[in-house]
């Protein structure tokens, strides 16, 4: 394994690797996980392409994993190809149960793997539970180990923010797995590579790392100090004034070899994150209709097909779309609407992308909720299921399955992917990454403000720029 490596291991690499090479090559009498814990610039994504390679060179079976579709196309990446798949789609399934032309509820998939090394990339993301009330740590780990013979490889960074609601990742933390009966292993990675001294983008990371393993310690003292992040002398971190962000943000486009899709702008809500997509399409991409060809729209909550797409499951929360085409708009129920063909990458063929033709809702657009709200779904259904609705002419009972294939019902909620909150930006990476360092209220000085910038910081592969930071949060040197 270490000859898979693209330079020469540090000491913690090396051990890391043969504690990796232990792991794998053990007979599984228990159900065993590896956690790797690696910091930004550790080499934790060399090390993990490396053991993919050498797997694949012993002809061990491999399955690669990652809480979202941009995770997982990163996770591929940086496996050298081998294609990878989001946690959702391999370890659930949609069965029919007599819906016209629909799917039941979501069940446990079938693991067929013999003898696998199932790798979870980006683990600090997933939680006990989403957005359709699944337990997805507790689901992950029954699929894991009803294979025969299966281990498993949890990959993460405890620095970046835990899971929306959670002060941990459950998925990183070691007595949460042994509580679930698991023999678990666990390695970290704190050394930064030699190869990424040069960088002020984890120069930054790396800092705030340290304050935050020195206030879990408890050495940090009774009150936090304020983080600092560093810009003067580093050719890859810029500070960015408001006036400038739109001419800077249009460079970036320009710059970058897929345009806006290389670029993203983090922020701390969904308000701000609104505000800023509604600037750029004004001020940088001249859009003035509510949706255009070209726009890039983030999925808000998983979609799920009422008839089988070929090619492609479902779409997943965080996903990332392209506009193709505009059919038309159209207000229906009190809400707006658009028929739109929509690109996205392929799951079943790696570097390709699926079009699809499907109803989007115009509403969560520009909204300041991540979503659609429940009031506004039960006004929804309500709709579709009056006596003088579109389903007036069949009985109440039958309504009810045709509502959950209903167009309207099932129209994919998206947002404008130019500017997303951190939770949405986490698991992916782009070339230019802005950000918002404005209006921080004092409230949200802590732990939690470190974990943040260090997430969004970490967002970025080769430009990192500040907007409008406070004065307090720039080092003097």
């Not at 009803?146 to 990742?169: K, M």
């Not at 009774?222 to 500070?239: C, N, T």
């Not at 007036?392 to 294939?405: D, K, L, Q």
């Amino acid at each position: 394994m270490l000859c898979d490596l693209p330079y020469n291991a540090n000491d913690q690499q090396v051990a890391v690797v043969g504690a990796l090479a232990r792991f794998c090559q053990t007979p599984a009498n228990d159900d065993c996980a590896f956690i790797l814990n690696g910091y930004a610039g550790t080499g934790k994504t060399s090390l993990t392409g490396a053991l993919v390679r050498c797997l694949e060179r012993h002809r061990r079976q491999v399955l690669l994993l990652a809480p979202t579709g941009r995770a997982a196309k990163v996770f591929c990446t940086n496996a050298g190809g081998h294609q990878a798949f989001t946690i959702h789609r391999k370890i659930y399934r949609h069965s029919p149960d007599g819906a016209p032309s629909g799917y039941g509820p979501l069940a446990p998939a079938e693991n067929k793997l013999r003898n696998a090394v199932i790798i979870v990339d980006e683990a600090s993301m997933i939680g006990n539970s989403d957005d359709t009330g699944m337990n997805l740590l507790e689901d992950l780990i029954m699929y894991v180990f009803s294979g025969e013979n299966c281990r498993l490889i949890l990959i993460g960074d405890t620095a970046q923010l835990p899971p929306v609601g959670a002060e941990r990742s459950p998925a990183m933390n070691a007595e949460v797995l042994r509580s679930m009966g698991l023999k678990v292993t666990m390695a970290i990675l704190t050394e930064t590579a030699r190869q990424a001294a040069d960088s002020g983008i984890l120069f930054n990371a790396t800092r705030l790392r340290k304050v935050m393993a020195l206030i879990a310690s408890g050495r940090a003292g009774e009150i936090l100090p304020v983080p600092k992040l560093k810009a003067d002398g580093l050719e890859d971190v810029r500070i960015v004034e408001g006036p400038d962000l739109p001419d800077v943000i249009s460079s970036a486009y320009d710059c970058a070899d897929n345009g806006a899709s290389d670029s993203i702008l983090i922020t701390r809500s969904n308000r701000r994150a609104a505000e800023y997509n509604a600037a750029i399409r004004a001020q940088v991409l001249y859009r003035e209709e509510v949706i255009e060809r070209g726009d890039m729209l983030i999925v808000s909550h998983n979609h799920y097909f009422s008839k089988r797409i070929e090619g492609i499951d479902f779409i997943a929360n965080g996903d990332i779309v392209t506009v193709e085409h505009v059919y038309g708009t159209e207000n229906r129920f009190g809400h707006k609407y658009a028929d739109v063909r929509i690109s996205l990458p392929s799951p079943a063929d790696n570097g390709k992308t699926v079009e699809i033709d499907i109803k989007i809702i115009l509403d969560t657009l520009g909204s300041y909720e991540a979503g659609m709200n429940q009031t506004e779904r039960a006004s929804l259904y309500a709709w579709l299921m009056a006596d003088n609705g579109p389903y007036a002419n069949i009985n109440p009972e039958s309504r009810r399955w045709a509502v959950r294939s209903d167009p309207y019902w099932t129209a994919l909620q998206v947002k404008y992917a130019y500017a997303v909150t951190c939770h949405k930006a986490q698991g992916g990476q782009w070339r230019n990454v802005f950000v918002d360092l404005a209006y921080i209220p004092e409230d949200a000085l802590g732990l939690s403000l470190y974990r943040w910038l260090y997430t969004a910081v970490t967002r970025a592969k080769t430009t990192l720029y500040l907007i409008n930071p406070p004065e307090a949060l720039i080092a003097a040197e």
